[in-house]
């Protein structure tokens, strides 16, 4: 099991994807899976700077272990409650239409990942749950590629 503690600054994402290859070195994981989950984890911890940590700084604290063939990510915050589990799938050609920005981070990452749990704690504390079912890489892939950077 992984875990990294960041704060909630956009300037910490590039630690968080470091943090997230190098919990999946010498794992066999297709390029594919990997960047649904990075870019999920990304999406998500992206919404927590914005919208948790409004007006302050806090913390973002990420688990990630592997258990039967599966990849599982636990995000957690203290910042302003959001309970994503209510949000209706958005129309995404009125998105479009209306060249409206964002509202498809949440959307987005629950698409991209095979399971989804959130729960809201006793000490005010918001857990995030995600859970991929991994494919194996082909034989002649032998690492993960990340090129180029999605967002440096």
């Known amino acids: 099991m992984n875990t990294l503690k960041i704060d909630s600054d956009f300037a910490e994402l590039d ?3 470091a943090f ?3 919990s999946f070195e010498g794992l066999s994981v297709s390029d594919k899976d990997y960047f649904k989950i990075e870019l999920a984890l ?3 911890c992206v919404n927590i700077i914005r919208y948790a940590y409004p007006n302050d700084k ?3 604290f990420l688990k990630i272990w592997q258990s039967d063939g599966k990849m599982f990510l636990e995000i957690r915050d203290w910042g302003v409650p959001f309970d994503p589990r209510g949000l209706e799938e958005p129309d995404i050609e009125e998105i479009i239409k209306s060249e409206k920005k964002g509202g498809l ?3 987005l ?3 991209l990942m095979d399971g989804f749990d959130y729960k809201r704690e006793k000490d005010q504390r918001t857990c995030l749950q995600f859970i991929k079912q ?7 892939s032998n690492r993960i590629r990340l090129y180029p ?3 440096s």
């Open 15 to 17: 630690r968080m994807r």
């Open 58 to 60: 806090g913390e973002i």
């Open 149 to 151: 950077p999605p967002f």
């Open 134 to 140: 991994l494919k194996k890489r082909r034989p002649h």
């Open 109 to 111: 990452s629950r698409k």
């Open 105 to 107: 981070g949440v959307f």
């Open 20 to 22: 997230l290859k190098k």
């Open 42 to 44: 990304l999406e998500i």
